[in-house]
């Protein structure tokens, strides 16, 4: 079978996943990334499919608790290839995001990338119907532009080594200064020890 074959059989088989596991927290009930690989992983072996993630952009921050305790946040964009029997393959780019107080925060991100990933290419039912996300809206508090502190530009997220840095993140690692100006003091300093 190729890739739209074999996508199509597990869609006919997967069998709707309730929303039974219960975040403590903030007491709201959620599909766990563990019920998504119980229902499918039997599929996947049955019909020959397999997948291979690919991180394609990372941020990684590290955010004040409410206690006051760190937690690394992370926010990464997977490409997750599947591939059939016959080497037919499609691929789903997803983001996901993930925090956690010790080293854990890019395994939650990938997990909920692929749970996400799966849900929408499966077409994986619930037990029960969901609100619409247009219903509600949001406010979000405006954040402070982050400032070179040589030209006064603002510093906006970029890409580095195939990882995306915020822009926080490249201040603190240019020493207050925006990549131009970091880069052109480095060839200065460059210069000046010749």
């Not at 994986?124 to 509600?136: G, L």
Request: glycine share 6%; charged share 30%; with cysteine.
């Amino acid at each position: 079978m190729n890739i739209y074959q074999t996508i199509n059989a597990i869609m006919n088989e997967i069998e709707p996943i309730g929303k039974d596991s219960v975040n403590k927290q903030q007491g709201f009930k959620y599909r766990s990334v563990d019920a998504v690989m119980n229902a499918l992983q039997p599929l996947f072996a049955k019909h020959k499919l397999f997948c291979i993630p690919e991180v394609m952009e990372h941020i990684r921050e590290e955010r004040q608790s409410k206690s006051g305790g760190t937690l690394i946040y992370s926010i990464i964009k997977t490409k997750y290839t599947f591939y059939a029997e016959d080497g037919s393959f499609v691929s789903a780019v997803v983001e996901g995001e993930g925090m956690d107080s010790a080293d854990k925060a890019t395994n939650k991100a990938l997990a909920i990338a692929f749970k996400y990933a799966c849900f929408q290419l499966f077409c994986i039912p619930t037990e029960e119907v969901s609100p619409d996300p247009d219903k509600e809206s949001h406010e979000l508090k405006k954040e402070e532009k982050v400032i070179c502190e040589k030209c006064g530009k603002e510093i906006k997220p970029q890409g580095i080594n195939g990882s995306l840095r915020s822009a926080q993140d490249i201040k603190e690692k240019c020493g207050g200064l925006c990549l131009n100006c970091y880069k052109a003091e480095q060839a200065k300093n460059e210069e000046v020890e010749v």
